[in-house]
């Protein structure tokens, strides 16, 4: 699996939230790292993973967010690094880390620190699942409240301990929706855009299905802050 760790949520050090608090959400995050992940550390995240005695395989971004002395201690920290002008460029930090995991045809990409303040910031993130997709990688954003993927066809939903899963269309229109393990089915059903049906499901097993006949399907597994 590759990892990608952007400066999102990541730069906890802005959060109000008191430090113990911060520190057991960080460590959830980095527990999800496992042996023979290739770690790939864009911008900031790439000091964050460093902070917290994560090695990236790779750091990649225009590094305008991190200081000289940053920069030095990724470079010394990490096995590669990429920089990119942060003027001349036509991809966010992210989209680059996303291009550059997708070269390595991994199983699965998991993307930590994409959500945050920036709303525009957080949909494109969401959107860039799509590029997973059309490569046949499953792809997942993780904070401490969400799990977000994305299918196009079927899939397994795992009870990852969040309270709700909620389904919303990426495309105009969803259709063909059956799903099993959820206390509310649903039977070859669509959704639209701006419908709010699909919103706080529960599974009532340890793990639903998901089969879907046409469009592209949201499936956030969320719990309250």
């Not at 999800?32 to 290739?38: K, L, N, S």
């Not at 790939?40 to 000091?47: F, N, P, S």
């Not at 395989?57 to 000289?68: C, E, K, N, P, Q």
């Not at 397994?156 to 206390?183: A, C, D, M, Q, R």
Request: aromatic share 4%.
């Amino acid at each position: 699996m590759a990892i990608l760790s952007n400066k999102g949520e990541l730069n906890y050090e802005s959060s109000s939230r008191p430090y113990l608090y911060r520190r057991r959400i960080v460590r959830a995050l980095l527990d999800e790292i496992r042996e023979g992940d290739f770690i790939i550390g864009a911008d900031r995240g790439a000091l964050f993973l460093i902070e917290h005695g994560v090695h990236p395989d790779l750091a990649v971004g225009d590094f305008d967010s991190v200081t000289s002395d940053d920069m030095s201690r990724i470079h010394a920290a990490s096995k590669q690094v990429v920089e990119c002008d942060p003027i001349d460029k036509n991809l966010t930090d992210t989209e680059l880390a996303m291009e550059l995991a997708i070269e390595k045809s991994p199983e699965s990409i998991l993307i930590l620190g994409a959500t945050g303040t920036r709303l525009d910031h957080t949909l494109a993130n969401i959107h860039m699942l799509i590029r997973g997709l059309h490569h046949h990688i499953p792809c997942s954003i993780l904070d401490e409240n969400n799990w977000i993927s994305l299918t196009g066809s079927s899939c397994t939903v795992h009870n990852k301990g969040f309270t709700y899963v909620s389904l919303l269309p990426l495309t105009t229109e969803v259709s063909g929706i059956t799903l099993e393990g959820f206390e509310y089915p649903l039977n070859h059903a669509t959704l639209r855009l701006g419908q709010s049906l699909g919103v706080s499901n529960k599974l009532t097993e340890d793990r639903g299905m998901v089969h879907i006949e046409g469009g592209l399907l949201l499936i956030i597994q969320s719990k309250d802050a």
